[in-house]
């Protein structure tokens, strides 16, 4: 059976939430509450729309905003008339969206597979027991590492703050 899944959309999008928030004035979190008042839906839907651009799931997205899946696919869908046609949505999401890729763009990638591994390998080590594929990508470079389901939580957190740092991603893959 394989499952592949991205384990750290939800810390990028927690991320981007924070940016929003601290960006416009808000309150850390804010963005959850149920209010409709455009000074909390707006960055909200700014925060929602950036999160698509960055590939991250309608699912995470509408978890971390608690509300439900399919207003993040209608928030994706008005994207390009809001853009046009909203002078303060664009101002917001422009704001906020020069800022997360500024700061995306400042951390630092692996320019090859064996300096990642290697850097890696200092945090964790790879057990004999293939259950567990946790890809890493870095840039334009990328390795795995194999655990066991035992071991699985610990070699994640380590090699999460081994990365913390570094521009990455992580993909987990059940062998």
């Given at each position: 059976m394989t499952y592949r899944s991205k384990i750290d959309d939800k810390e990028?999008?927690?991320?981007?939430?924070?940016?929003?928030?601290s960006l416009v004035g808000l309150r850390k979190g804010s963005l959850g509450f149920k209010s409709r008042r455009?000074?909390?839906?707006?960055?909200?839907?700014?925060?929602?729309n950036i999160g698509r651009l960055n590939d991250i799931h309608h699912r995470v997205i509408a978890e971390v905003l608690n509300r439900h899946r399919s207003l993040i696919y209608h928030y994706e869908h008005t994207h390009g008339g809001n853009y046009t046609n909203w002078q303060k949505y664009r101002e917001v999401f422009n704001l906020v969206h020069q800022a997360y890729t500024e700061i995306e763009t400042a951390k630092p990638s692996f320019q090859d597979n064996k300096a990642l591994k290697r850097h890696l390998l200092n945090f964790v080590k790879e057990t004999e027991?293939?259950?567990v594929e946790i890809l890493i990508t870095s840039g334009k470079v990328g390795c795995k590492i194999v655990t066991s389901y035992r071991e699985f939580s610990y070699v994640l957190k380590n090699i999460k703050f081994a990365l913390a740092n570094y521009n990455?991603?992580?993909d987990i893959n059940l062998l």
């Open positions: 990028k999008f927690n991320h981007i939430c924070n940016l929003t928030t455009q000074e909390i839906q707006l960055p909200r839907l700014v925060a929602a027991k293939c259950q990455n991603s992580i």
